[in-house]
């Protein structure tokens, strides 16, 4: 039987967006409704409130993940214009640099010497965006693809704690959506961890902490803007 290795790094860019949108979904509108409604509000704007959030907050990540993305991928493309000109300019000394990384990673130098020789050969920039540089085309910068997964994970994840609160009795709201989102969030780690590869406990504590010590919080200035009004 072939030997068949499972690696999860071709991940590390969809993952990312669609875990911290996911994760940001619930906690900020789990937390902004518990906020609300520790204030004795209405039902009706509690679910405003928690709409007007996942609108506003959805956009938010959208907007922020297409702006980060977006100045990593320039910052991607000045680098390969960047090499492109090295290796026009100064192909014998691009060609040292790139056998020296390859001794210091411990091939010998003669040998790093044909290697480098070889993979220039074939494709010197790549080679340099890859050694060099640490650019693979499998983790590059997708601003587009981090906006969409981002927004749409967020939305999602706020409409757990909308859910619970539209089910709750008016009496339980605090309760059955702080119940409900954190089983949410469990979940989220425990589902991003199995897809990461990392330890699925860690993953699931990790996001439970956060959001409820977010929700507790925020539960807490709810009551006092409550009573102060």
Do not use: C
Request: glycine share 8%; no cysteine.
């Amino acid at each position: 039987m072939a030997h068949q290795e499972d690696h999860r790094s071709h991940r590390i860019g969809w993952l990312r967006a669609a875990v911290l949108g996911a994760n940001d979904g619930i906690v900020s509108i789990a937390s902004l409704i518990i906020g609300v409604a520790a204030a004795h509000t209405s039902r009706e704007d509690i679910l405003l409130a928690g709409i007007a959030g996942l609108v506003a907050g959805a956009m938010s990540m959208a907007a922020g993940e297409y702006v980060s993305v977006s100045s990593q991928a320039d910052t991607e493309e000045a680098d390969i214009a960047l090499e492109q000109r090295h290796l026009q300019e100064d192909h014998e000394f691009e060609f040292q640099e790139l056998a020296e990384i390859y001794i210091k990673r411990g091939i010998q130098p003669e040998l790093a010497k044909q290697v480098a020789m070889q993979l220039m050969a074939h494709d010197a920039l790549d080679a340099h965006l890859k050694d060099e540089l640490g650019i693979y085309e499998r983790i590059t910068a997708k601003p587009i693809q981090a906006a969409f997964t981002s927004a749409t994970m967020f939305t999602l994840g706020a409409a757990m704690p909308l859910i619970a609160t539209f089910i709750a009795p008016p009496a339980q709201i605090i309760p059955i959506v702080a119940s409900f989102s954190l089983f949410s969030l469990a979940m989220l780690g425990t589902l991003a961890a199995y897809l990461g590869g990392a330890n699925i406990w860690k993953g699931a504590i990790r996001v439970t902490f956060w959001g409820t010590l977010a929700m507790g919080l925020t539960a807490t200035a709810g009551k006092l803007f409550g009573i102060a009004a």
